[in-house]
């Protein structure tokens, strides 16, 4: 990974990893959708969730205060001992002015903001959002999820941690249009459910995974049908990955369609939900004969996201 072009290392060496990635994504996400800033400052927002940013200047922080002394701990590292860094430097650095939120879930956090992200667009508040995470793969972390027996190993299943950071652009349609915007997708529905479960046990309750997909269909206006492509939550946790099998077959019956699961390749980070929607916008552009596209993303906590996109 570098910063450069997108970050010089004169300035990247300031910033933690998490909010390097941040930085360097905002301004891809920006090129690619061609959104220029100048004028558009105070009506242009940014929602990045996270589940590990923060964690490395914040170990390494706390390391010199025990080891050596309080006074010896580096000040250079303290700002960037917070899950809101990536945001907040990402904000500074191309210059928004707009709603600036951190979502602190490691596994749905893309679609959470994604949520948050449509509400301050309905409401009004913003034309544009970057939405999307980051994170940072963290020792401290990894030890605490293999304590808890949550992470693969050659005798258990399990997930395995990934890092870096993925954004899109998500804007009030009217907006896009009228600057002439490419508008790869639309959000047609997006639904949030819960069930209180036990994070170290990681698992899900299918009926609760299931009513959230059926929200998602409903809000869109589509039945399950018209889905040609399921994007799923699948880490390699049995116990979320066969609930999540469960809740598809309450759903869609024996008509299941194509599926395809990106953390097996990337593993578990709180990016992939945006690499997700990123994923599916360009295959609803290059065919949009594949219908809808569902994706799915639920948290060991029992919070559960759906979202469905159609072409525009």
Same mark, same amino acid.
């Given at each position: ?29 920006? *090129? ?8 558009? =400052?105070? +009506?242009? !927002?940014?929602? %990045? @969730?996270? /589940?590990? $940013? ?89 030890? *605490? ?8 190993? =050659?005798? +258990?299943? !399990?997930?395995? %941690? @990934?890092? /870096?950071? $993925? ?64 994007h799923l939550s699948r880490n390699g946790s049995p116990f979320t990955d066969a609930a999540e099998t469960a809740a598809l077959a309450n759903v869609f019956g024996a008509k299941l369609p194509r599926t395809i699961a990106i953390k097996d390749n990337l593993g578990e980070n709180p990016a992939i939900g945006a690499i ?15 219908g809808a596209i569902l994706l799915d993303a639920f948290g060991a906590g029992g919070n559960v996201l759906t979202a469905v996109l159609t072409t525009p």
């Amino acid at each position: 990974f570098t910063t450069e072009p997108e970050l010089p290392k004169s300035k990247a060496r300031r910033l933690d990893l998490g909010s390097q990635y941040a930085v360097v994504a905002v301004k891809q996400a920006l *090129a690619d959708a061609g959104y220029t800033l100048a004028g558009r =400052e105070e +009506r242009t !927002g940014i929602l %990045l @969730g996270t /589940g590990s $940013a923060g964690a490395g200047p914040l170990t390494e922080f706390e390391r010199q205060m025990a080891v050596e002394s309080p006074d010896a701990a580096s000040p250079f590292l303290f700002p960037n001992t917070v899950a809101n860094a990536p945001a907040s430097q990402a904000a500074i650095e191309v210059g928004i002015r707009g709603p600036n939120v951190t979502i602190t879930q490691k596994d749905p956090a893309t679609l959470n903001a994604l949520f948050y992200a449509r509400m301050l667009l309905a409401d009004g508040r913003a034309d544009a959002l970057l939405v999307g995470a980051a994170d940072e793969w963290n020792l401290v972390y990894h030890r *605490a999820y293999e304590r808890v027996h949550a992470t693969r190993t =050659e005798r +258990r299943p !399990g997930f395995v %941690l @990934g890092e /870096g950071a $993925a954004v899109v652009l998500v804007e009030d349609e009217t907006a896009a249009r009228s600057r002439g915007a490419r508008i790869d997708a639309r959000v047609a529905g997006i639904a949030s459910r819960s069930a209180a479960g036990s994070p170290q046990m990681r698992r899900a309750e299918p009926a609760v995974l299931a009513a959230a997909m059926r929200d998602a269909l409903e809000q869109a206006g589509l039945t399950p049908s018209d889905v040609g492509l399921v994007h799923l939550s699948r880490n390699g946790s049995p116990f979320t990955d066969a609930a999540e099998t469960a809740a598809l077959a309450n759903v869609f019956g024996a008509k299941l369609p194509r599926t395809i699961a990106i953390k097996d390749n990337l593993g578990e980070n709180p990016a992939i939900g945006a690499i997700q929607l990123a994923l599916a916008a360009a295959e609803l552009r290059a065919d949009p004969g594949v219908g809808a596209i569902l994706l799915d993303a639920f948290g060991a906590g029992g919070n559960v996201l759906t979202a469905v996109l159609t072409t525009p």
